[in-house]
């Protein structure tokens, strides 16, 4: 078993600084290495940021948060890695440039060094046949913000040394993380789910079929998760979520779900990456939104909504216009459903009344599964895909959802908790709605539904 007595970590951004923070907490010896003078401050500052408020919060003393950073040594450039036993590459997501820093690796580390790669989405392969040494290479992918999150995903490929991969798992424990070995395909386990779903989050505002702040109001509320898609995409940055997207979308079989959404297309390129350039979906110090306030006097008569348009039903009344769907969740949120004949009025009408019952009500136009289904069925399909596909197994990819991505519960879990058949009607609702084989019902799924079985029993 290999000792890891020092670590390099090369690119010190979102992933990097944290990773950094990561290693030198659990007593090791970092090298953290950037570009240039500017990126090595900010990689610094970020470090010195995020234990100083380690400190305020009493969760770290000033005694070892001034050991914690003294283990850090800072550099521009790779020469001093030479001594590192194991180097985390963490620079953006783009094979040509991950080929160089892997070449040069190769030069500087000595031969017993791991060579490990934080990429989120591209082949941990192609990465390993451009050094000396790709039977020690591996994909390490940690999760935003990596001081938090526990998982961490260990790509092994087919020419990884079984004792490298033994080795890498053995430090995630002394890291205090969870390490889940997978093969190399795209997004490996956790980004291969979440990003179909956070690109279809997208394309729902984009299509205004509801408003940013309703969307992320109702995956928090009505889908238990803690936060909603596009303050995660904010914070994981939106160029980021791009690559991920394009790279699975070409390789992983150009999958519907991964094509990226024009709209994240065209913000990457005016420049609105998310919180590290201050605005995404979201301009950062902006408070939320305050819903508007209903006008008084208007009305609406609520029908309760299935899987199906609510349209059918209003043109069953003599005043569709006077029609909404309402679907509650809980005791927390009601989408709201405005058909093409709902009138502004009876809108205003319905929100007022939700939130009159301590509901909040987010609006949206008249689909299938509305939104909390719409976005999350897809995703528990895509899950069972992967088992089908025998890339991991129901722990891992529950582990992999609910340590790596903060999710209350895995997909498995929550699967089994709504019903296989209540998922799979309304994945079929879905798909007569796009038919896209993207968004087909998994077989399996069909399969344990005839039998009558459940995931996790
Ligand atoms: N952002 C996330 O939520 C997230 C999560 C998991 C994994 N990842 C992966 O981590 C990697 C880094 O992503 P990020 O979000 O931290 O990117 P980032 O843009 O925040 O940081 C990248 C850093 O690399 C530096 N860099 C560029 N070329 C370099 C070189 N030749 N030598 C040293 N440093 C160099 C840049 O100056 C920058 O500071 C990507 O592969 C990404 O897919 C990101």
């Keep these: 078993m290999a000792e890891f007595t020092a670590v390099g970590v090369v690119g010190?951004?979102?992933?990097?600084?944290?990773?950094?923070?990561?290693?030198?907490?659990?007593?090791?010896?970092?090298?953290?290495?950037?570009?240039?003078?500017?990126?090595?401050?900010?990689?610094?500052?970020?470090?010195?940021?995020?234990?100083?408020?380690a400190v305020a919060r009493g969760k770290l003393s000033p005694d070892d948060r001034d050991a914690l950073?003294?283990?850090?040594?800072?550099?521009?450039?790779?020469?001093?890695?030479?001594?590192?036993?194991l180097v985390v590459e963490a620079v953006p997501e783009r094979l040509d440039l991950k080929r160089r820093v892997f070449g040069e690796l190769s030069k500087v580390c000595k031969p017993s060094a791991i060579l490990a790669s934080n990429t989120s989405s591209l082949s941990v392969t192609e990465i390993a046949v451009s050094t000396d040494r790709p039977d020690r290479v591996v994909g390490l992918h940690f999760f935003n913000p990596a001081p938090v999150m526990k998982l961490v995903e260990i790509v092994r490929t087919v020419v990884t040394d079984p004792a490298v991969v033994a080795?890498?798992?053995?430090?995630?424990?002394?890291?205090?993380?969870?390490?889940v070995t997978i093969g190399d395909r795209a997004g490996?386990?956790?980004?291969?789910?979440?990003?179909?779903?956070?690109?279809q989050a997208v394309s729902m505002v984009e299509h205004g079929f509801v408003s940013r702040d309703d969307l992320d109001a109702a995956m928090r509320l009505g889908g238990g998760l803690p936060m909603g898609p596009l303050t995660l995409l904010d914070l994981i940055g939106l160029d980021v979520g791009l690559e991920v997207l394009d790279t699975m979308y070409e390789r992983g079989g150009r999958n519907v779900r991964h094509a990226a959404a024009p709209l994240l297309r065209q913000m990457v390129t005016a420049g609105l990456l998310g919180r590290k350039t201050g605005?995404?979906?979201?301009?950062?110090?902006?408070?939320?939104?305050?819903?508007?306030?209903?006008?008084?006097?208007?009305?609406?008569?609520?029908?309760?909504?299935?899987?199906?348009?609510?349209?059918?039903a209003a043109m069953a009344t003599d005043r569709p216009s006077e029609v909404?769907?309402?679907?509650?969740?809980?005791?927390?949120?009601?989408?709201?459903?405005?058909?093409?004949?709902?009138?502004?009025?009876?809108?205003?009408a319905a929100v007022a009344s939700c939130t009159e019952r301590g509901l909040v009500p987010v609006v949206c136009g008249d689909r299938s599964g509305r939104v909390v289904n719409a976005l999350l069925f897809p995703y528990l399909n895509d899950a069972v895909k992967m088992l089908e596909a025998s890339y991991a197994t129901v722990d891992d990819i529950d582990h992999a959802m609910k340590l790596g991505c903060g999710y209350p519960v895995g997909p498995f879990e929550l699967l089994d908790s709504i019903g296989p058949e209540t998922v799979l009607s309304g994945l079929r609702a879905l798909h007569r709605e796009t038919p896209e084989p993207g968004l087909a019902p998994a077989p399996l799924l069909e399969q344990l539904v005839t039998a009558g079985r459940r995931f996790r029993t």
Excluded: W
């Design 167 to 179: 080795d890498a798992q053995a430090l995630c424990g002394r890291l205090g993380k969870v390490g």
């Design 324 to 348: 909404v769907g309402l679907f509650v969740h809980g005791d927390k949120l009601a989408e709201v459903v405005r058909t093409v004949l709902t009138s502004d009025a009876a809108v205003a």
């Design 188 to 199: 490996f386990v956790a980004n291969a789910l979440l990003f179909g779903y956070l690109n």
């Design 12 to 53: 010190l951004g979102t992933m990097g600084a944290g990773i950094v923070e990561v290693f030198a907490r659990a007593g090791l010896r970092v090298v953290a290495s950037e570009i240039d003078e500017p990126a090595l401050e900010r990689g610094r500052a970020h470090l010195t940021g995020s234990t100083d408020r």
């Design 279 to 312: 605005r995404g979906f979201y301009t950062y110090g902006e408070s939320a939104a305050a819903p508007d306030a209903a006008p008084v006097g208007s009305s609406a008569d609520f029908v309760t909504v299935t899987d199906e348009p609510v349209i059918g």
């Design 69 to 85: 950073v003294g283990r850090v040594t800072f550099v521009v450039g790779m020469a001093g890695l030479a001594d590192v036993d």
